[in-house]
């Protein structure tokens, strides 16, 4: 009886180490494989604008803590150029292992719009991770460019007849677009010129080369304080804290008028909702991590943890308001 009662107590055992292996085994390949196995290749967030700018910025900050919380290493692979659609091109191709990222901003919805046979869906081809954060712009000025603000080079414009040129990241980037919006809702012809990024615009508006780029805070600050260029005009709701000598557009003459940037993380749209979550998770614990934080406010950066959602309407009530816009004016890359 004792034997029967041991050999049942036998089998029973091995079932449940059987079935204890099974669970681990489909739950070890539920996960994706760098969260299997901690030497995986080195994980890229890409960007679609140089080194220096402020996108270039927030990606490094972001790979530095997600190094630190997701145990591998993240590096950032600048690829500028085409209205950053080489970089969104690369990652929407790129397999869905959760070792390719995309670093957009806010004209990444409208881009369909703007070059209808991209060889990708900027809104199809990816999964939303989440918001980073928002950030307002400053429009800056060479200082030989009549007036003490916005409304003032504006009136100037129009009174001698000659056009004003603004220096954008690319054809279809949030400057850009934005500029377009003043030029249709001031009536002042404004002439587009477009560089790679903001810093290569900013540097022609230093030597004069062209009247006005938009900047963000972190980009136009330091310039500001040394004299090269001279703010006209902030594109938020309200003057910000760090410049409250500078008004804002609406302030200008152009009521209403509000634009904002933000900066947002895909992933290509294949990725599994496991992977996802990880980063969404890691995402907000940077952006509420203190020190993190801190470090994106100084970048003039207000961090906006969320879920993925908040991004997914986010970039489809952008993707309205920019397309119109685009049709509208027949805004075309050059």
Same mark, same amino acid.
Request: net charge positive; aromatic share 6%.
């Given at each position: 009886?004792?034997? $029967?009662?041991?050999?049942?107590a036998l089998?029973?055992?091995?079932? *449940? ?13 539920a ?36 190094? &630190? ?17 080489? *970089?969104?091109d ?20 409208? @881009? ?63 400057? $850009? ?19 790679k ?31 090269? @260029? ?39 749209? *294949?990725?599994?909702d ?24 100084a ?7 969320? *879920?993925?959602?908040?991004?997914? &309407? ?9 397309? &119109? ?10």
């Amino acid at each position: 009886m004792n034997r $029967h009662r041991d050999a049942f107590a036998l089998r029973r055992s091995a079932l *449940a180490s059987a079935f204890a292996s099974t669970v681990a085994m489909l739950a070890l390949a539920a996960m994706p494989a760098w969260a299997q196995d901690p030497g995986a290749r080195v994980a890229r967030i890409v960007v679609g604008s140089a080194a220096g700018a402020s996108s270039d910025t927030v990606a490094r900050l972001l790979a530095e803590s997600f190094t &630190r919380t997701l145990g591998r290493h993240f590096i950032v692979d600048n690829k500028p150029g085409a209205s950053s659609n080489i *970089a969104a091109d690369l990652v929407a191709k790129s397999p869905p292992d959760g070792n390719q990222l995309l670093l957009i901003y806010n004209a990444h919805p409208a @881009v369909g719009a703007l070059f209808p046979h991209l060889p990708f869906d900027p809104i199809k081809d990816f999964r939303s991770v989440g918001m980073v954060g928002t950030t307002p712009y400053v429009l800056v000025a060479t200082p030989t460019l009549p007036g003490r603000d916005l409304g003032e080079a504006l009136a100037q414009a129009k009174a001698v007849g000659k056009p004003l040129t603004f220096g954008s990241t690319g054809a279809g980037s949030p400057q $850009h677009l934005t500029m377009e919006r003043l030029r249709k809702e001031s009536g002042v012809d404004i002439t587009m010129v477009h560089y790679k990024g903001g810093a290569l615009a900013a540097n022609d508006v230093i030597a004069g080369h062209v009247n006005m780029a938009l900047a963000t805070p972190s980009l136009a600050l330091p310039q500001l304080k040394a004299g090269r @260029v001279k703010a006209l005009a902030v594109t938020s709701d309200k003057r910000l804290p760090e410049l409250p000598q500078v008004p804002t557009v609406t302030e200008a003459g152009i009521r209403g008028f509000v634009s904002v940037g933000w900066f947002a993380l895909l992933l290509p749209a *294949a990725t599994p909702d496991a992977v996802v979550q990880r980063y969404n998770d890691a995402l907000n614990t940077a952006l509420s991590n203190a020190p993190f934080k801190d470090r994106f406010e100084a970048q003039g950066i207000t961090p906006t943890p969320g *879920a993925p959602g908040v991004l997914d &309407r986010q970039m489809q009530a952008d993707a309205k308001i920019w397309t &119109r816009l685009i049709k509208e004016l027949n805004i075309t890359p050059e």
